[in-house]
């Protein structure tokens, strides 16, 4: 028998690290979600450059891309233990998998150009780690900044303190789930020419002017779905007159689902949509929002806005912009609308009147409940009205129950069957844009041409 040392190969000893680092990880990651334990139960890689080490002050970009790559050769995800990694213009693989564990394991920018970025890869996925940064300058457009990803997928993660935005995608497909973002520069989550992703279960506060933001270059399909989110505390420090400051936005994007969000607190709108048709806005809770809540604004076709909850704005639901863009088609029902205050004139001259439920064009407005709002409805503004049907609906404490625009051009409006009560100046009147035109309309009242009033109570 030999007295010679057997030698150890670096094959073996990087099996022995990943062994290693998979015991390490079961025991690390207790509260690592499913996804993330089933790819544990399937073996992790572990980097074998020594220099990457969790509370290191030195930066180790060089190293973290190094096992990277390492783990993409060897088809594994890559866990990192808990600790902080400084780290800056990290390139990611065509596939890349990075296992963290959730608030423990944190990257930190060190500052320069970017801070991670793909293009044009196969998979991205992060799981359970934490993208810090420490509001230094950033070029990119985020601190996660991907491009042409076949599938991406950021789960259970937190991006904070980004002296731009959180994370942009764009030409990617894939899901952006059960993930934290606040103090963000710009935008939360910025989707762009999506593929058709999927925004749920995250939490986004304290952004400097959009929470969620789904946007296109020209107006096409996009079927992304927005369903779960909390967001709150968003600003519009880049100013405009909506562009900003809104919770989620969609520009240009057709065939978008928004249900079951929680917005809070925005300074411009809880959901905004521009020129974007297909739409559905459903089960939504929002409060607090210093301009209209719901706008479904310029060229859009086909809006659904049902079932969702607005408690304080200066507006409720808006379907706008017929006359100019030809905004048009939708239906609002079973929405339930409170403590809409109005406010000052748009840099325009308009008025921001302080309806509940305003619409202008092909629109039927059935079975809401409004309160204490200036206007409980607005049918059409000026000449801007055309096939608005308002039925059914609950209207309580307002100024106006139901203004129906009365303006040379007006098209016809059907009012039947709505209940209003306690309406200070009027239940329905006609309106010259926000002057009152008329007496009372309906039975007994006075009529006019085009606006059929059939069925109501008033109290």
């Not at 065509?94 to 394991?105: D, S, Y």
């Not at 970017?114 to 359970?128: H, V």
């Not at 409004?370 to 608005?388: F, I």
Request: proline share 3%; hydrophobic share 40%.
């Amino acid at each position: 028998m030999s007295g010679k040392t057997p030698g150890i190969s670096r094959r073996c000893a990087l099996r022995a690290l990943s062994a290693g680092a998979a015991v390490a990880a079961s025991s690390a990651v207790a509260g690592v979600g499913g996804r993330a334990q089933a790819a544990l139960a399937d073996g992790v890689f572990a980097a074998s450059d020594p220099a990457l080490i969790p509370g290191s002050p030195d930066d180790q970009s060089r190293q973290m891309t190094r096992a990277l790559e390492e783990a993409a050769t060897a088809a594994r995800p890559l866990f990192l233990p808990p600790g902080r990694y400084e780290i800056a213009g990290v390139t990611l693989p065509a596939t890349t998998h990075l296992i963290g564990v959730p608030g423990e394991t944190r990257l930190a920018f060190r500052g320069g150009p970017f801070m991670m970025r793909a293009r044009g890869a196969k998979r991205l996925r992060l799981d359970g780690v934490t993208l810090d940064g420490q509001a230094l300058p950033l070029d990119a457009r985020a601190l996660l900044d991907a491009e042409g990803v076949e599938h991406a997928a950021i789960d259970d993660c937190r991006i904070m303190a980004s002296g731009n935005s959180g994370v942009t995608l764009r030409d990617c497909a894939g899901r952006v789930t059960l993930s934290t973002f606040h103090d963000i520069a710009d935008v939360g989550i910025d989707v762009d020419q999506s593929r058709g992703m999927e925004v749920t279960g995250n939490r986004i506060a304290d952004c400097g002017n959009t929470g969620i933001l789904i946007q296109r270059d020209s107006e096409a399909t996009d079927n992304s779905i927005i369903s779960g989110n909390r967001v709150e505390r968003i600003r519009a420090d880049s100013g405009g007159t909506g562009q900003n400051g809104n919770g989620i936005n969609l520009d240009k994007a057709n065939g978008v689902i928004v249900s079951d969000n929680r917005i809070d607190d925005c300074a411009f709108s809880a959901i905004r949509c521009f020129s974007s048709d297909g739409l559905a806005i459903t089960g939504n809770v929002a409060t607090r929002l210093r301009e209209m809540a719901f706008y479904v604004e310029f060229a859009f076709e086909g809006a659904v806005v049902a079932n969702n909850l607005i408690d304080g704005a200066v507006g409720g639901i808006s379907l706008t912009n017929f006359f100019e863009h030809g905004g048009r088609l939708g239906t609002v029902s079973g929405n339930v609308v409170r403590r809409i205050i109005g406010g000052p004139a748009y840099p325009d001259g308009n008025l921001q009147i302080g309806s509940g439920i305003a619409a202008e064009a092909d629109i039927a407005i059935t079975g809401n409940v409004v309160e204490d709002a200036m206007w409980g409805l607005g049918l059409g503004w000026g000449p801007h009205l055309r096939n608005v049907t308002a039925s059914g609906n609950v209207i309580r404490r307002t100024n106006i129950g139901i203004g129906v625009s009365v303006v040379e051009g007006a098209g016809p409006a059907l009012i039947a069957n709505n209940l209003i009560a306690d309406a200070e100046q009027g239940a329905i009147r006609g309106m010259r844009w926000a002057d009152v035109a008329t007496g009372e309309l309906g039975e007994g009242g006075e009529t006019v041409p085009g606006v059929s009033v059939v069925g109501n109570r008033v109290s």
